[in-house]
């Protein structure tokens, strides 16, 4: 495959994103037109079966090109570009076509729009928002400043060089004159649910609408479509999830974990006490979304997961430092062993949780939505928004 013929390549991926039914028929000309590849640096990252396997256009520009045009993320950053760090964290990639077509599908453009985008990557989406409502209709922040330089290039080398492209920090997104208010906002980078920006909603006009990714410190995450309260100048913005959603966290919201001594200053078990679960833990780790259930609900814990030969040992702590828990899992077991220390019992309220949710019907990502207002409250709730989830101070 060479560069000339990305158009073929071009045109089957926009007919896989149609039969998926994430490309809306509106959205298939700029899929078709934009070319990918030229928003991918000569080295980056196709992940693919959970692996990241690198593709290098010098030493094979079949394979590269190829990669541009499978519905697979491109990571085009490690490590905000410390890249000498050893590869640990994405924190830059052109998101997996299917995503990127079903969010474009939730924000529901119409011809004229002002669109805000918010983590602008190499600056793909950006592209296709231009090539729709013209370049001068899409405003996109992006926090870094090499990326926010690479993605204007790119534009340019796509011939759509009007798009804004601003570097800052877009939880606090540009509402100046030439920016001016969006009626539609999306976020290609997630949010704790607890952290949503506020910000949002005053750079959104009463009757627009936002997308953009949650996520929570346990696990699991998901997509919103949130309408912005129009009687209320903007205030409140209010919608059900639409579906799972995996997205690199804003960078001011990466959770850096205390050390497990912190905790647990001496051996393990400490004081703990001792009891036994009928839950494994390790139904937990396989649902994402049983992991948003529970991350909504009890938005200061997170876990570990600790291998050992046949033994998975899951410890649970929470952020204020005072309390921790380990469910040893042992494949094929009835019971598992408990420990919990401090003054929360975590391992309880997580159990408590999933039988709430299990109890529920196990409901799925569009059961539950999100209410964001402008003075800071986000509840998370279940099919109705009186129905709150999430804990009341939440
Ligand atoms: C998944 S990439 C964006 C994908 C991209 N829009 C595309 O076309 O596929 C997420 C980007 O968000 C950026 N980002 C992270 N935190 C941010 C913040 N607070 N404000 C603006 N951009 C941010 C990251 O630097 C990264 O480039």
């Not at 060089?161 to 539609?184: I, K």
């Not at 009757?207 to 990714?213: D, F, M, R, S, T």
């Not at 709730?381 to 999430?390: A, Q």
Request: with cysteine; proline share 7%; net charge negative.
């Amino acid at each position: 495959m060479s560069a000339d013929r990305s158009e073929g390549a071009r045109h089957r991926l926009a007919g896989h994103l149609a039969d998926t039914g994430a490309l809306e028929p509106g959205w298939r000309p700029a899929f078709e037109a934009v070319p990918r590849h030229l928003f991918l640096p000569p080295v980056y990252w196709e992940f693919t079966d959970r692996t990241a396997v690198e593709r290098d256009r010098a030493a094979d520009p079949e394979g590269w090109l190829a990669g541009a045009y499978r519905d697979t993320p491109a990571i085009t950053q490690w490590d905000d570009g410390d890249q000498g760090a050893g590869m640990r964290d994405f924190t830059s990639s052109l998101s997996m076509p299917t995503m990127v077509a079903s969010m474009l599908r939730d924000l529901d453009v119409q011809d004229g729009h002002l669109v805000h985008e918010i983590g602008t990557g190499p600056g793909y989406n950006a592209a296709l928002l231009a090539h729709r409502l013209g370049p001068d209709r899409v405003v996109s922040v992006e926090i870094d400043k090499t990326v926010a330089d690479t993605a204007r290039a790119n534009l340019t080398a796509a011939g759509l060089d009007g798009v804004r492209v601003v570097t800052g920090d877009g939880a606090e997104p540009t509402t100046d004159e030439a920016s001016g208010r969006a009626d539609r906002l999306i976020a290609t980078c997630s949010s704790l649910v607890t952290d949503i920006p506020t910000a949002w909603l005053g750079a959104t006009r009463p009757g627009g609408i936002l997308v953009a990714p949650v996520a929570t410190l346990f696990g699991g995450g998901a997509m919103t479509r949130l309408n912005v309260d129009r009687d209320g100048d903007g205030r409140t913005a209010a919608g059900h999830f639409t579906g799972p959603s995996d997205f690199m966290r804003m960078r001011q919201q990466r959770y850096q974990a205390p050390p497990v001594d912190a905790y647990l200053p001496g051996e393990w078990p400490g004081d703990a006490t001792a009891s036994v679960t009928g839950l494994d833990p390790e139904a937990i780790g396989d649902s994402w979304l049983a992991q948003l259930a529970i991350g909504t609900r009890l938005p200061d814990v997170y876990y570990r997961r600790a291998p050992y030969q046949e033994t998975v040992t899951w410890w649970f702590f929470d952020t204020t430092v005072t309390s921790w828990a380990t469910v040893d899992s042992v494949p094929g077991a009835d019971e598992y062993q408990v420990r919990q220390s401090g003054p929360r019992r975590l391992w309880d309220e997580i159990h408590t949780t999933w039988n709430t949710w299990q109890h529920a019907g196990a409901p799925g990502y569009q059961r539950f939505g999100l209410t964001l207002t402008r003075a800071g409250r986000r509840t998370v709730w279940l099919d109705h928004p009186d129905n709150h989830w999430s804990p009341p101070a939440g």
